[in-house]
């Protein structure tokens, strides 16, 4: 049989959760992992395999004589070996030695091909329990408890990558094995949408308590064990102690800096105050920029670790529903200038994005409202399927619905990712990355009008920024008018925005108007429009008179 291909790096299982697969125990030597593997395999109907048996019986003497005769570096290759062997057949328990998930090889091996558990135990029973053993290299050296405080520091921040933790301590062997496949009937990998472009690749992880494990998945992809964390004050309050938790869990050490909630954290003088601060406190090229927060804390810390040090590493945490469905694919960063939004940035892909659906609990409907705007729009450019399951399950997801919630960012994100993996930096000439930008040109100038000062959220103005979008394509008679009416009569049905009576106030067409003449979207003068030939059917023009705008506006409500 032939060996496991070596895994990509930071990958994740793709197990079904409804198959058991393969299930890897590790701990430190006195845990239960032979014991308690045992009793768990008998329980699942599975065979149970000891890889430290396994080894013995490959090398045709005891580990400590393997120890004795070629030392550690060549044990731990011969066990990588072996259990890359066990790896592969029929669903079983293995159980590893204490040191085998250290080794980062045999980690990504487990990770990707099984469901690694661990089984954490106090120090106190540790002790009782191996005391007195013998055959046990690495407590042959010393006082039993010192060495396994020091194994337990040095291999609790790596046991902490694992699946599932589950803590064990005098409980009977039944008991601590019932607790395992109590943690495995809750347990589900994450939902993974792999983002592949021309020199990088990443995954968005979608799934519940993401933040609560984000340093199980985020040691595997750092390049250094250090972090700095950018949040505002509103999510700091909600989430950041979880994560810091996490992270210090796997080892990672990370310094927070919180910023205002609000547009105002995306100018130029609070990105330099931000990155003077970050500075101050100490930096290096392979210490990673984490974004904790919505599409404003994530525009600003992808710019933030764009440009700082010329660039490092960038992990994005959304926890709003926009952000997870719009921002958090793509790498555009952002911050605003006198003359309006997002005209300063860069391109700035991060190594992973963890969209954690429970975060969004938090979340007003009004909030939940702004995000949904994105996912229609989706369904709108090119994927009318989408916009159908949007038509049955949209009330769901705005009432906040888990699962359809979950379904509808992992919807949402791999139509972004399809539209960013052909046009990575916009660069098509026609239609590509540029057809995202749907309902924009309206709704950024709406959000001007307001100063973006939170009266009007981004999605809000997208929603309406899509009716007109669509009444702009009707005008010009690219699109059907039952489409418009359809998009209409679903969003009205929701209590969406859905065209500028939504507003408590008339606006000024030549306002608008002005506002789009100053957007990063104008070229030779003209303003690129995203329209529609029907709904599925977007298309980008720069044949369109202004005139017609304006028309189309004031049939909208607007004065002239």
Request: proline content about 4%.
């Amino acid at each position: 049989m032939s060996d496991l291909p070596d895994p990509a790096w930071g990958s994740v299982s793709t197990l079904p959760v409804s198959s058991p697969g393969i299930i890897v125990l590790v701990g430190l030597m006195g845990a239960g992992k032979t014991t308690i593997g045992r009793r768990l395999a008998a329980r699942l109907g599975l065979d149970f395999v000891d890889a430290d048996h396994e080894i013995e019986r490959a090398a045709g003497c005891t580990i400590a004589e393997i120890f004795a005769r070629h030392g550690e570096p060549a044990f731990r290759d011969g066990e990588r070996r072996v259990i890359q062997r066990l790896l592969q057949g029929p669903p079983k328990v293995l159980a590893t030695g204490g040191g085998a998930f250290v080794d980062m090889q045999t980690r990504r091996l487990v990770k990707t091909h099984a469901r690694s558990i661990w089984l954490r135990c106090p120090l106190p029973i540790l002790v009782r329990r191996v005391s007195g053993r013998t055959g046990r290299p690495l407590l042959d050296k010393g006082n039993v408890e010192t060495t396994l405080a020091t194994l337990q520091a040095q291999r609790h921040p790596i046991y902490a990558e694992a699946d599932i933790i589950v803590d064990c301590g005098d409980d009977s062997v039944d008991h601590g094995a019932q607790r395992i496949i109590e943690a495995l009937n809750s347990y589900a990998h994450p939902l993974r949408v792999p983002v592949t472009l021309e020199s990088h690749r990443y995954e968005v992880l979608i799934g519940s308590d993401l933040i609560s494990r984000a340093g199980a998945y985020l040691a595997p992809v750092l390049p250094q064990k250090r972090a700095v964390v950018i949040t505002d004050e509103t999510v700091a309050a909600l989430h950041l102690p979880r994560l810091m938790s996490a992270l210090s869990e796997t080892g990672i050490q990370a310094k927070a800096f919180v910023v205002p909630v609000g547009e105002e954290s995306k100018s130029l003088t609070r990105y330099s105050q931000l990155i003077n601060d970050i500075l101050d406190h100490g930096m290096e090229r392979r210490t990673t920029v984490i974004g904790l927060g919505g599409g404003v804390v994530g525009d600003l810390s992808g710019f933030v670790a764009s440009s700082i040090l010329r660039g490092v590493p960038f992990v994005q945490i959304p926890t709003t529903l926009l952000s997870q469905v719009d921002s958090s694919v793509g790498g555009k960063t952002g911050l605003n200038a006198r003359a309006g939004k997002n005209l300063v940035g860069a391109f700035y892909q991060p190594q992973i994005v963890l969209a954690d659906s429970s975060a969004l609990a938090t979340l007003s409907r009004r909030e939940r409202v702004a995000g949904y705007a994105e996912i229609v729009k989706a369904g709108l450019i090119a994927d009318p399927a989408l916009f159908s399951w949007c038509e049955a399950n949209g009330a769901d997801i705005l009432d906040g619905d888990p699962s359809a919630l979950a379904e509808a960012v992992q919807r949402a994100c791999m139509f972004k990712a399809r539209v960013v993996m052909d046009d990575e930096k916009e660069t098509a000439a026609q239609n590509g990355r540029a057809l995202l930008n749907l309902g924009h040109s309206f709704g950024h100038a709406l959000e001007a009008h307001f100063n973006y000062d939170g009266r009007l959220l981004h999605g809000e103005g997208v929603s309406i920024g899509l009716h007109l979008a669509a009444a702009l394509s009707v005008a010009l008679g690219y699109c059907p008018e039952s489409d418009l009416h359809r998009l209409d009569t679903h969003l009205r049905g929701l209590g969406m925005p859905a065209g500028l009576d939504w507003l408590d106030e008339q606006l000024s067409a030549s306002e608008l108007i002005g506002s789009m003449a100053r957007d990063k979207k104008v070229q030779d003068g003209r303003l690129s429009f995203v329209l529609l030939h029907g709904i599925g059917k977007a298309f980008t023009s720069r044949d369109v008179e202004m005139d017609t705008v304006r028309d189309v506006l004031v049939q909208a409500g607007c004065k002239p």
